[in-house]
């Protein structure tokens, strides 16, 4: 076991007693009154930094359909495991900031997935429960809520132009991790599956990062980023996570292809990070 994993379990046992000498909620909360919704997760949810223009994260745009009682905090990384992402303290690092009454969206499985890296590998029905299960619990030892979202899909798609799911048994482990522990659970793989299915195999091009120079089916541009956030937003809402006073614009006709929903995109300065 490694010494951030090691630190991220003792941390997670000390925080019931920690919390008994906590403040009261009410003092806990941000000072503006708002809650944060944190991301934890991989490339396809991360912010990203403009040399990756224009893949897109779809916590990017998730934003977009929260009210400004919702703030966003975003700590989804490239490439990254739910062991990896524990593993370099980046749970820990949520686990500092997180508070009482905020939300915690957990959504990895693209580099569980990758056998042949002992450091991001997790199998579906043992080591990745298991590492869902320290996102879990750590937020629900702050007083804060898990959330757990299956990935999204990959664009892929057969002979006959069916759509084909690529995340193996892990969006079922998780689906059982949630039932087992009483956890909301956003079925992004499912729904993510049925948008590509509907719009079909040359449409979908457009959703995905396809440039003059790649053609990658696994991470979205603007469009497919937006339409992704509108899932996750449109089943925060009937999960009953959030409210219907905290998420908007799901009843509105929004273009994912217009360049004004683009425009409200932001890349950061520089140079993608390892």
């Known amino acids: 076991m490694s010494t951030t994993r090691r630190a991220t379990l003792a941390a997670l046992a000390g925080l019931p007693l920690a919390a008994s000498f906590a403040p009261p909620a009410a003092a806990r909360t941000a000072k503006d009154g708002r809650r944060t919704l944190f991301i934890a997760g991989d490339s396809t949810a991360a912010q990203k930094y403009a040399d990756a223009e224009p893949e897109t994260g779809w916590g990017m745009a998730l934003p977009f359909f929260l009210a400004p009682s919702v703030k966003v905090a975003n700590h989804a990384v ?34 569980d997935e990758k056998s042949a890296d002992p450091a991001r590998y997790t199998e579906p029905w ?43 048994d892990y969006p079922a482990a998780m689906r059982a991790l949630a039932r087992q522990e009483g956890v909301a659970l956003l079925d992004i793989q499912a729904l993510s599956l049925a948008l590509w299915q509907r719009l079909g195999v040359e449409e979908t091009k457009v959703y995905f990062n396809w440039t003059a120079t790649e053609q990658d089916n696994t991470h979205a541009n603007p469009p497919g980023a937006i339409a992704v956030a509108r899932l996750v937003a449109t089943e925060l809402l009937r999960r009953r996570v959030l409210p219907a006073r905290d998420v908007r614009r799901l009843g509105e006709e929004i273009d994912e292809l217009s360049e004004v929903w683009r425009s409200r995109l932001t890349w950061l300065p520089g140079t993608t990070p390892a």
Do not use: C, M
């Open 78 to 111: 490239n490439g990254r495991s739910s062991k990896s992402f524990v593993d370099e303290g980046r749970l820990s690092a949520i686990l500092t900031e997180i508070r009482r009454g905020d939300l915690l969206l957990i959504q990895f499985a693209h580099n």
């Open 126 to 168: 043992s080591t990745y429960q298991e590492h869902l299960k320290l996102y879990v619990d750590g937020a629900r030892a702050k007083g804060a809520r898990p959330v757990l979202a299956t990935a999204v899909e990959r664009r892929k798609f057969d002979a006959d132009g069916t759509a084909l799911p690529t995340h193996g």
